[in-house]
C-alpha cells in the first residue's frame, strides 16, 4: 500500500511536514512506500488526491495532516475511489472529528496510523460536496463569521477573536429565521431557531459535544436543533450543552428537538450561513444527506469510539480491513 501523508502548511501554531519527514525518514525510508505532499491552497488536497486516485489503481491510504479542514478535503478526495482510503495526523487548532475517538494522541503516533485497522464510516453531501464531521447553522455560524472577520484585528481578535464572536452574536444571533425538516417532519414549526447541528461526529466548534449519541456508520445523522431562548436561559444551559448533557437533562426538555434523520433539509431567508465542517457557505435551500460507509478510515491502536453502547449494533462495530 502507498501512505501519502497531505500536510496542510497553515494548520496548527507550527508547520507538521518538517516533524513528518523526521520521524518517517528515520523510520521507514527504505522499508515503506510514501510520501509527503503539501497543499498551497484551499481545496488544493482535494483535487491533488483525486487526480492521483485517477491515474493510479495500487492502494492508497491518504493521512490529513491538519485541522478537521483538512480532512474534510482528503474525504472529499478519496470518495469515490474504491482503492483509496484515509486517516488523520491531527496538528490544526479544533480536530473535533477525533475527539469522537477519544481525542488526538492515538492520532499523532505515525506507528500506530500505518497499522491501523480500517473501518467504513458515513458521509454526509450537501450538492455534489461531503462533510465527515457536522453542519451547522444559526448562533454556531455567526460566531463563526465574526470571528473571521476580526480575527486579524487588535484586541477583539487574535485569541479574543472567539469571546467576541460570543458576545456579538448573543446581541444579532439569538433568534435566526428558518425552517427545519428531518426526513420530511417539520422541527420548528414557528420557523426560528437559536442553532442547529446536523452531525455525523460528535463535537463541533472545539469544545461542544453538540451529538454525544451520534454513530459515524450507522446511515443515520444526528439532528439537534435549539429553540430561541432568553439571554439568561442561554447563560444557564451552555454547559451542559458544552458538556454533552443536553439530551437526558430535563431544562432542555422544551427548547430541545433531537432526532436521527437520513435528510434534512433547510429553508431560509436569502443570505442564510451554515458551515460544512467549519467552511462557512450562504445559501438559502440546502439539502444534508448521509451517505453510508462512503470511506475507509484507519484506526490507530487505542483509538475507540466514544458511544453509549445502546446505540452501537454489533455491524456498526466490525473493522473491515
Known sequence: MKHIFVVNPAAGKTNAFQVLQNELESNYKGVLDYEIYQTRAPRDATVYIRDYCHTHTEPVRFYACGGDGTLNEVANGIVGFSHASMSCYPCGSGNDYV????????????????????????????????????????????????????RRKKVIGGKNAYTTGIVVSLFKAMKNKCRVYADGKLLNPKGVILLC???????????????????????????????????????????????????????????????????????????????????????????????????????????????????VTEEETTVEV
Do not use: W
Open 99 to 150: 475527539k469522537y475517538y477519544g481525542g488526538k494522541k492515538a492520532f499523532l503516533n505515525v506507528r500506530a496510523l500505518i497499522e491501523g485497522e480500517e473501518t467504513r464510516i458515513d458521509l454526509m453531501r450537501v450538492g455534489d460536496r461531503y462533510a465527515i464531521n457536522a453542519t451547522h447553522f444559526g448562533f454556531d455560524s455567526s460566531v463563526a463569521s465574526i470571528m473571521q472577520s476580526v
Open 197 to 311: 447541528t446536523v452531525a455525523n461526529g460528535q463535537y463541533v466548534g472545539g469544545s461542544f459535544r453538540c451529538a454525544p449519541r451520534s454513530v459515524n456508520n450507522d446511515g443515520k445523522l444526528e439532528v439537534c436543533l435549539v429553540h430561541p431562548v432568553s439571554y439568561f436561559k442561554f447563560m444557564n444551559l451552555i454547559k451542559y450543552y458544552t458538556e454533552g448533557l443536553h439530551l437526558s437533562d430535563p431544562k432542555f426538555e422544551k427548547v430541545l428537538e433531537y432526532c436521527r434523520a437520513e435528510r434534512v433539509e433547510i429553508e431560509a431567508p436569502d443570505g442564510f450561513l451554515y458551515s460544512f465542517d467549519g467552511e462557512l457557505i450562504q445559501d438559502s435551500h440546502f439539502t444534508v444527506e448521509v451517505v453510508p460507509r462512503a470511506i475507509r478510515f484507519a484506526l490507530p491502536k487505542g483509538a475507540k469510539p466514544i458511544v453509549d453502547p445502546q446505540y
